[in-house]
């Protein structure tokens, strides 16, 4: 297993369209999280899941932003109806929390970048 | 909303000097960690440190943390170009069972060759 993807690295698309991005996680990491991150800021906290349970929301995530993470695997985040303000790097990175084996360090994908002309 | 701040916003030195990045944030925290990016890639974790801890070390990176003062600072030792990058502190808050990072805005370093 070489680290977390994502899918698709870029992303270019028109205001009030649809999107949709992928997330792989490092296989045996029970927890994933989506990021976005906009230029010359810290990532900010959007959403998490803990195998297939979303456990927690940030005020960010509007209701335009919907994630999903069936069978525990990897993992979706749509947005719908994009705005401009939408354009930013999204992270997903994931960790493993399992008693003794749990880790706070994340392991993040490479993101990505959403442009919404 | 972000943790805290970074400072400085920027820094630029030479190759072979050491960088000394500082972290603030706002809460009580589990531990604090720093992360490295690349121009737009993403992050890497360097180095955590937990909130009974004072300092740390791995490789050419230090890490101090001060509770009291809400505060850490990196130090890279003898730089590289390579480590050209942005690095961010970010901190895990005590009390809750999320692990969720909250990051401050960054320090972008530049090591000139």
């Known amino acids: 297993d070489t680290g977390v993807s994502q899918d698709p690295r870029h992303k270019i698309t028109k205001r009030g369209q649809n999107v949709t991005f992928r997330c792989d996680p490092i296989s045996e990491h029970n927890r994933l999280y989506w990021y976005r991150q906009t230029l010359g800021q810290g990532p900010e906290f959007l959403t998490y899941?803990?195998?297939?349970?979303?456990?927690?929301k940030s005020r960010l995530l509007s209701d335009r932003f919907s994630a999903e993470r069936p069978k525990g695997s990897f993992s979706t985040l749509e947005i719908q109806r994009t705005e401009q303000g939408d354009s930013a790097m999204y992270l997903c990175?994931?960790?493993?929390?399992?008693?003794?084996?749990?880790?706070?360090?994340?392991?993040f994908g490479p993101g990505t970048r959403l442009t919404v002309t | 909303s972000q943790q805290g701040e970074e400072d400085p916003q920027a820094l630029s030195i030479q190759e072979g000097e050491n960088a000394t990045m500082n972290c603030s944030y706002k809460?009580?925290?589990?531990?604090l960690q720093w992360y490295r990016q690349n121009s737009g890639r993403g992050l890497v974790h360097l180095i955590l440190?937990?909130?009974?801890?004072r300092e740390k070390h791995s490789g050419r990176l230090r890490v101090t943390l001060d509770t009291s003062k809400k505060s850490s600072s990196l130090l890279i030792t003898a730089s590289r170009a390579a480590d050209t990058a942005s690095y961010f502190c970010?901190?895990?808050?005590?009390?809750?069972?999320?692990?969720?990072?909250?990051f401050g805005k960054g320090t972008l370093l530049t090591v000139n060759p």
């Open positions: 990175a994931s960790s493993l929390a399992r008693g003794v084996r749990s880790s706070y360090e994340q392991y």
């Open positions: 970010a901190t895990v808050n005590s009390g809750g069972s999320n692990y969720k990072l909250t």
């Open positions: 440190i937990r909130s009974n801890e």
């Open positions: 899941f803990q195998n297939e349970a979303q456990l927690e």
């Open positions: 809460t009580s925290i589990n531990n």
